[in-house]
């Protein structure tokens, strides 16, 4: 069973920062992808960033030079940190985790955490 959590949400006012943090823990071979997505109210989940496990970054176009995704293999940990921040930032973040439980099968599988708050006060 693999778990997925994120932390580090928080209330901050425009043009501060936030560092989230998606710790997968569990039966774990191989972290292949993780990707931070976002929910407003009335709003689709949306994707902020992704990165791959060798490495390749991807940011929506709303995000691009204010929010960088890094990861800790060590920790099995990817974090997001997020600078000038927006009120229109303010949405539940969610990470998801492309997991290989296994390191005799090739099977990876998706996993989500729970969801951390952001809010952004004007």
């Known amino acids: 069973q693999v778990q997925v959590m994120e932390s580090g949400g928080g209330l901050v006012q425009t043009g501060g920062s936030l560092r989230l943090s998606c710790a997968a823990s569990?039966?774990?071979?191989?972290?292949?992808?993780v990707d931070w997505y976002r929910q407003a109210p009335g709003k689709q989940r949306e994707l902020v960033a992704s990165?791959?496990?060798?490495?390749?970054?991807n940011y929506a176009e709303s995000v691009k030079g204010r929010f960088t995704i890094s990861r800790d293999n060590a920790k099995n940990t990817v974090y997001l940190q997020m600078n000038l921040l927006k009120p229109e930032d303010t949405a539940v973040y969610y990470c998801?985790?492309?997991?290989?439980?296994?390191?005799?099968?090739?099977?990876?599988?998706?996993?989500w955490g729970q969801g951390t708050q952001v809010t952004i006060s004007s």
């Open positions: 998801n985790a492309i997991v290989q439980p296994d390191n005799s099968r090739p099977n990876m599988y998706s996993y």
């Open positions: 569990g039966n774990i071979f191989r972290i292949n992808a």
């Open positions: 990165l791959t496990s060798g490495g390749r970054t």
